[in-house]
């Protein structure tokens, strides 16, 4: 970024092995190439405070939570196959980055209801955003829709924003190749309010980094979801008007072995409600920890335990069929980091009440991250 231009080309691949289930296929990958451009106008124009960023991507292979019949995928990429513009966006920032608007083509879950930590952990509902924003339409990668947004910091350990998109059902089909953005659907607001103790706010962004782990720092949010559109009523022939999400989460360090070092225990905690009369997967939470640095190498490493549980609301329980259980997942990986350019992350997952129902699920495997 020395003048102003930054290029990021990277591959990501998970490879899953389905160990023990009622399904007979046992493998799937998916493979995601992804290039970014950001540019900082400030230091090839010297108009300060102005950004521009996008990327494009290219993902396939097999969904092994769509075969499994998970509530929460085994997989926070996967979905479905595609090669596109994912999102686009011009950001002016002032007052020392106090105050920002976004506009452009961006999800709403890259930054509403995403998970902090989620570099630490494979599969979606820790690894990317809360599993059932979506019951709302909030956008999410690579099907961005237009969106504008506006941030602000008015005290230092605190942040407030808001965010307006476009809500479709379908987002893979009304815009093919993300080139030509589709003004339709209805628009779905997104607002967060966040406290950060230990950095400022202004510093805080959807994605943790090996730096943000040193000394005691969290973050804990509150956020909101809405859309004013029609939703199908399962006790009713009529529609309902309106439908809406809140999440709250919270990360913290809680331990560290030195107080100005990464090496410690870091714990996250996220809980979401949408009303049961008009969303099947009306409730979710998850739970995780992660070890930081727990084994003695000379390069970055992670031990992460992470648990998910998802609960269907009974409103959409077939006539005549069993009441659904709770579905619950639980994962435990390890990052390792042994090159500049690469990043190993086996893991394991097990699953219990599949889709709500009695089966259970045994899944192995492992990313690969390649980075330039």
């Known amino acids: 970024m020395e003048h102003g231009v930054a290029f990021d080309l990277q591959y990501v691949s998970d490879s899953l ?6 399904q007979s296929e046992r493998f799937a990958a998916w493979n995601r190439f992804r290039g970014t451009i950001d540019i900082d106008f400030s230091k090839l124009s010297h108009t300060q405070g102005l950004y521009f960023h996008a990327t494009a991507l290219w993902q396939g292979g097999g969904n092994l939570g769509t075969y499994l019949g998970l509530l929460s995928s085994p997989s926070g990429m996967s979905s479905e196959n595609t090669f596109r513009l994912d999102s686009w966006w011009i950001e002016k920032r002032w007052f020392n980055e106090r105050l920002t608007a976004r506009v452009g083509q961006f999800a709403g879950q890259d930054f509403y209801g995403s998970q902090y930590d989620a570099a630490s952990f494979i599969f979606e509902p820790m690894g990317y955003a809360l599993g059932n924003l979506s019951t709302t339409n909030e956008s999410f990668d690579p099907p961005s829709t237009p969106a504008f947004e506006v941030r602000t910091v008015p005290i230092h350990n605190f942040y407030v924003k808001s965010m307006v998109m476009a809500g479709v059902q379908s987002p893979f089909s009304q815009n093919p190749t993300g080139l030509f953005p589709q003004f339709n659907g209805t628009p779905v607001s997104a607002s967060e309010i ?23 720092s969290g973050l804990y949010q509150f956020g909101a979801s809405y859309n004013p559109g029609k939703f199908a009523d399962p006790t009713s022939t009529t529609p309902i008007s309106g439908n ?8 913290q360090a809680l331990w560290r072995a030195d107080r100005a070092g990464a090496k410690g225990l870091d714990g996250t905690l996220a809980y979401d409600w949408s009303p049961a009369a008009v969303n099947r997967n009306d409730k979710m939470l998850t739970a995780g920890v992660r070890f930081d640095e727990p084994l003695p190498v000379n390069f970055h490493n992670t031990m992460s335990l992470g648990y998910v549980q998802n609960h269907l609301s009974g409103q959409f329980v077939p006539a ?7 579905e619950h997942g639980v994962e435990f990986n390890t990052l390792l980091d042994p090159l500049p350019m690469l990043l190993l992350q086996p893991v394991v997952q097990y699953y219990a009440n599949v889709g709500g129902g009695v089966r259970r699920a045994l899944v192995i495997g492992f990313r690969t991250k390649v980075e330039f």
């Open 17 to 22: 092995w389905n160990i023990k289930s009622e």
């Open 244 to 251: 809406y999400l809140l999440y709250w989460m919270a990360n």
């Open 194 to 216: 966040g406290f950060t103790p230990g950095k400022r706010a202004t510093a805080v962004r959807a994605f943790d980094n090996v730096d943000s782990r040193k000394g005691y």
């Open 320 to 326: 005549g069929a069993a009441p659904w259980k709770l």
